[in-house]
């Protein structure tokens, strides 16, 4: 369960009854001409330069001491990466050799992928040689095994458009492209929402075998809107830009209980199986897409927008609690009961709301800014009232205890990103320094408990200063955390949020300027 980013059982996908196959899948239409997406053209939109205007004037030097201390953690993560795991999917720093997991159906390379952008915008030029050497010469589409449809689209897809778009080298938006074709046969469903499991050779696909009735799960097929859209721009065919724009038409069309979305979906039926609720895992991503497509769509998808505020006023009459000691926080809803735990991976949402407070009403803003805030400050004081400053996988409110694990099985720690993401959204819509405060202290107990000899492992007690490792350097270290971290300290122009917008695993996509091909009435 530690290699996977989301809440999972990662438990053997379960194959065949009514499994997609590709022999039916529709496969990707051609354009009558070859179409050229002009990178050129692109940059010139772009209202800041990628990593930023060099302002030569003095800068604080605390501030470029704490910048340089996080790009030699990513450096460090890297060369142990590259020395002991090269071409696996991630390291086991323990241990000094590889991981391939079964997430990934075959694929290899996770952590190279997910590192490429993050070494571009650090400026680690001689490393992003290597992995850019990596993915043109060793990295094999060719594969035959179990995916994930959610963690290829975000880890992959996303890191390779995310470099193209950085570097605009062909290589990069090629194996996407490729890729992206491969995940189209498991779309192949009676109401085109997509299975969560496909064999990337064979084109087969089913639903993971723990997941409720052989549902599909609203945080993965969610979580497709922003890359997919980009596949129809860079390679000129509709049909990701459709398939994802059905999945919307199927969610409008059916009744959500007290306005909320279910994290369970049968992809035959399109009816919700059981009713639990999460803004972790299971359901986060989903949202996060809403408010993304609409700033991605440089504000004009106006669907996304008014799916995201109905979503979020759902949420906050229904789930948004306060704590007897005033910690605001946002509970589970298992058929209109609630479960009074916040999981690290609901830590992402201070950042989204504040994100989206940003562009409400005038008479809103404010609300949702404060929101925002205060659920930053739960997540925050979930890793200050523990022995290791570093937080838990779950934490609740409950029989008096407020914002702390009472499981041992959510005592853990494998590096997460969204408790960092939520104080760079922060700190970059309020510039408040708290949270650049918040996040240096991070970087000390990430340095303090996780370093070791080669590389950076999870934990799994973050109430004892004297852990145990997971042996297991997570993709998404390299991809999200240490770049949001890195971010924290830069100026705003750096990955500007004017210019860009994050996909779930931090991979910078750019926002679209222009009334380009995409808009291709796709509604």
């Known amino acids: 369960a530690a290699s996977s980013k989301r809440e999972r059982h990662q438990r053997r996908p379960q194959g065949p009854p009514g499994a997609g196959t590709a022999n039916a899948a529709e496969t990707p239409r051609q354009t009558r001409a070859p179409f050229r ?16 205007r060099r302002r030569g004037g003095p800068e604080e030097p605390e501030l470029r001491s704490w910048r340089l201390k996080i790009k030699e953690m990513m450096k460090f993560a890297w060369d142990n990466y590259k020395q002991y795991a090269m071409g696996k999917n991630e ?45 043109e010469q060793s990295f094999d589409l060719n594969v035959n095994g179990e995916a994930s449809l959610f963690e290829v689209n975000i ?143 440089d504000k004009k998808d106006m669907e996304a927008k008014s799916m995201y505020d109905r979503a979020l006023e759902a949420i906050e009459k229904n789930l948004v609690k306060k704590s007897a000691g005033g910690l605001t926080y946002i509970a589970e809803w298992r058929g209109g009961i609630l479960d009074h735990k916040m999981g690290h991976l609901a830590c992402f949402s201070g950042g989204m709301i504040a994100l ?64 960092v993401e939520s104080y760079l959204y922060m700190w970059r819509l309020t510039h408040d320094p708290k949270y650049r405060q918040w996040g240096w202290e991070v970087v000390e107990a990430l340095e303090k408990y996780c370093r070791v000899e080669a590389g950076f492992s999870g934990i799994r007690d973050v109430y004892t200063t004297n852990p145990s490792h997971d042996n297991m350097q997570q993709s998404f270290f390299l991809a999200e955390t240490l770049k949001y971290l890195y971010l924290l300290f830069c100026e705003d122009d750096v990955l500007s949020l004017e210019d860009w917008v994050f996909n779930t695993e931090a991979h910078p996509l750019p926002v679209n300027h222009t009334d380009s091909v995409l808009r291709m009435n796709v509604q």
């Not at 205060?374 to 914002?403: M, Q």
Request: hydrophobic residues 40%; proline residues 4%; glycine residues 10%.
């Open 37 to 52: 997406f002009d990178c050129a053209a692109f940059r010139q939109r772009l209202r800041h330069p990628v990593l930023g």
């Open 91 to 135: 390291l086991r720093p323990l241990t000094k050799n590889g991981h391939i997991g079964n997430m990934f159906g075959g694929l290899r390379g996770a952590t190279v992928v997910d590192a490429l952008d993050t070494l571009y915008v650090m400026e680690l030029q001689e490393e992003f040689q290597e992995a850019k050497n990596w993915v």
């Open 155 to 297: 880890r992959y897809i996303g890191g390779l458009l995310a470099a193209f778009y950085l570097t605009g080298e062909e290589v990069f938006k090629s194996k996407a492209l490729e890729l992206g074709e491969k995940l189209l046969p498991a779309f192949n469903t009676p109401t085109g929402i997509p299975r969560g499991v496909i064999n990337l050779g064979s084109g087969m696909s089913w639903s993971w075998g723990w997941a409720s009735a052989g549902s599909s799960i609203l945080a993965e097929f969610g979580s497709l809107h922003l890359e997919f859209l980009h596949l129809s721009e860079l390679s000129g065919n509709p049909v990701y830009a459709e398939k994802v724009m059905n999945i919307r038409k199927v969610l409008n069309r059916i009744e959500k209980p007290q306005g909320l979305y279910p994290n369970f979906l049968s992809p035959v039926t399109g009816n919700w199986v059981q009713h639990h609720v999460s803004i972790g895992g299971l359901g986060d991503s989903f949202y996060e897409y809403l408010i993304k497509s609409w700033l991605m769509s």
């Open 356 to 419: 989206g407070g940003q562009h409400a009403a005038e008479e809103q803003k404010q609300h949702y800014m404060d929101l925002a805030a205060e659920i930053t400050r739960t997540c925050h004081e979930s890793y200050v009232r523990s022995d290791s400053k570093l937080g838990p996988e779950a934490f609740r409110f409950d029989s008096g205890t407020e914002a702390v694990a009472t499981r041992l099985s959510d005592r853990y720690y494998i590096l997460r990103p969204e408790v």
